[in-house]
């Protein structure tokens, strides 16, 4: 038997790394929501491009509201990345063809890596359909499944056609910007309490973490999906890496 004068000291060292990191987590919330405090408290907010927000004088008035002038509409590639997800497909879809976008600008592009033959029937038949109503979209899947989500949309950037798409309409006006975080949610927040308790987590990262990162270190951590960006920012470090790529954006 190991005596307890061996094993009771690294134990013990263990359970103090633990405190010590607990008390760094939660000091870290406290000091999250005193500065998303200070932020409502004194209502700071992304300051608009008024110049661009104008739509230019007898500019599209679509156009206007988008922040674009004289009704132009840059290329926008979106990737749908996905990997037997049978019960979202149709719905990531729609929700896509949704987007407040001019139709001719935008391409879809579907991106599967399901191993499942069923699957991958029902999505390729999902975007036929949509392919013969007109909408711009493409269906695509990898033999080789590298670099797992990262990988696939990494992959499908080096379709030749991906090139004729260009910046994202939010950072045309400021070269500085070169990846935007959008919110998302989930679907099915009250089906149980796990979903519930996920939503939680998920608004205390979005209206707390990022919000307050953002505004006071002008960096923040992705939240691994509907992220936006340029393909000038996504070929520089780190995002040139399969497990740093972010996975989920617009690309443009």
């Known amino acids: 038997m190991v005596k307890s004068e061996y094993l009771a000291p690294p134990l013990q060292l263990l359970a103090n790394i633990c405190v ?4 760094i987590q939660n000091a870290d919330h406290l000091v999250l929501c005193l500065g998303c405090f ?3 408290t004194k209502q700071i907010t992304p300051v608009p491009n008024l110049e661009a927000s104008a739509g230019g004088e007898g500019g599209n008035i679509e156009a206007g509201a988008l922040g674009l002038n004289k009704g132009y ?3 926008v590639l979106v990737q749908i990345p996905m990997c037997n997800e049978i019960e979202v497909y149709q719905q990531s879809i729609a929700v896509v063809y949704n987007l407040d976008w001019s139709r001719s600008n935008i391409l879809i592009q579907v991106l599967d890596d399901s191993d499942d033959a069923v699957t991958r029937a029902m999505i390729r038949e999902e975007v036929g359909r949509w392919n013969h109503n007109g909408v711009n979209i493409v269906y695509r899947h990898r033999e080789l499944r590298q670099g797992y989500k990262a990988g696939n949309l990494k992959s499908a ?8 798409y260009e910046f994202i309409w939010w950072a045309q006006d400021n070269e500085e910007v ?3 975080q959008a919110r998302w ?4 927040k009250d089906e149980n309490l796990l979903t519930r308790l996920q939503y939680i987590n998920l608004c205390f990262h979005f ?4 919000q307050v990162n953002g505004v006071f270190l002008n960096f923040f ?10 393909q000038e920012g996504l070929l520089l470090p780190p995002f040139r890496r399969h497990h740093r790529l972010p996975p989920g954006y617009l690309a443009c």
């Open 221 to 230: 951590g992705f939240n691994g999906t509907a992220e936006e960006g340029c």
């Open 185 to 188: 949610s989930f679907v099915n």
């Open 157 to 164: 950037m080096s379709c030749n056609y991906v090139r004729d």
């Open 207 to 210: 209206e707390v973490e990022q």
């Open 178 to 180: 070169g990846l935007v």
């Open 38 to 40: 200070w932020i409502r």
């Open 20 to 23: 010590v990191l607990y008390l």
């Open 73 to 75: 509409f840059p290329k």
